[in-house]
Structure formats: structure tokens, C-alpha cells
């Protein structure tokens, strides 16, 4: 195994804990979600039963910009393929965030922003996407939540 192979686990996992995170928050909120746990049914259906993508963005308290995921690569396939916005499942809605605060898109708003930035490869060449700056998230972003204090109506 490549070294590849073991940050692509390593942050597999670090996405699942978030994930387990924002589905106890929002569970909290009065919106339980139904989780697939398969690979299987996350491939064929998506993450959940109600169609909302999570994921974590670990860069976001530095940076304050947010990673969209638009293809991925695991080590053992050397091609890129459609990911996050654009893996073709149930998704409607994409939460992505850190600990302290998490976006809600709607995901075909997300595809359409993708031609108005450029399009980048994280530093381990495993993803491709294109950065929200924080400045034009709150014109994106439908609802914020903040994990202290609740939801913040944006948009919706």
C-alpha cells in the first residue's frame, strides 16, 4: 500500500466522524436522517435516505474558503471520476463544514458555480474541485448552521 492509499483511509474516516456528528446535530434540530452504512446502497442511493451529502472541509477554520469536490481518485484507479456534486445518487442538498460551522447548498446550484472558478487538485493529486472564497459563501449558502448556537436561516 501506497501512501496514498493510507491518507485516503485516514480522511475517509476523519469525513465518516464528521458525518456522525452533523446527523446527531441535526437529529437534535427536529431532522433525523435515515444513513446508509453500505457501500453498496451509498453508491447506488447516497449518503442518506433523505438525500443530504455531508462533508468536512478540515481546511476551512485556515483558510475560510470551502473545497467542492467535483472528482475524485483512489489510488488503485488512476482515473479520475465524478464525485460530490457530481456522483450521480439521490443528492439534493451538500452540508460541508468543520466543527464550528457547516454550509447547506443546493447541489445543483454547486455544479452551476463550477465553471466560475478554477478548477484544482488538492497536493496528494486524490481530488479535484474548486474553492467557494469566504466572501461569496453567504451568496451561495442557503442555511448555516452553527454548531453552538442552531440554525441560521440564510436564503431558504
Not at 485516503?8 to 464528521?18: C, D, N, S
Request: aromatic share 18%; net charge positive; glycine share 8%.
Amino acid at each position: 500500500m501506497n501512501d496514498d492509499y493510507y491518507y485516503y483511509k485516514k480522511m475517509f474516516k476523519k469525513g465518516l466522524e464528521y458525518q456522525d456528528f452533523v446527523v446527531e446535530f441535526l437529529y437534535h434540530q427536529g431532522l433525523p436522517l435515515i444513513t446508509y452504512t453500505s457501500q453498496k446502497y451509498q453508491i447506488e442511493k447516497g449518503e442518506n435516505r433523505l438525500g443530504v451529502e455531508i462533508k468536512f472541509d478540515d481546511n476551512f477554520k485556515k483558510t475560510g474558503n470551502l473545497f467542492i469536490e467535483v472528482e475524485e481518485r483512489i489510488t488503485e484507479n488512476k482515473k479520475y471520476i465524478n464525485s460530490g456534486i457530481f456522483r450521480n445518487d439521490n443528492t439534493w442538498l451538500y452540508v460541508i463544514g468543520n466543527y464550528e460551522w457547516a454550509f447547506i447548498f443546493f447541489k445543483v446550484q454547486l455544479q452551476g458555480l463550477k465553471n466560475k472558478y478554477k478548477i484544482i487538485e488538492i497536493g496528494r493529486k486524490t481530488s479535484r474541485g474548486f474553492l467557494i472564497p469566504k466572501e461569496d459563501i453567504k451568496k451561495y449558502c442557503g442555511l448555516i448552521l452553527d454548531f453552538k448556537k442552531g440554525m441560521k436561516k440564510w436564503h431558504f
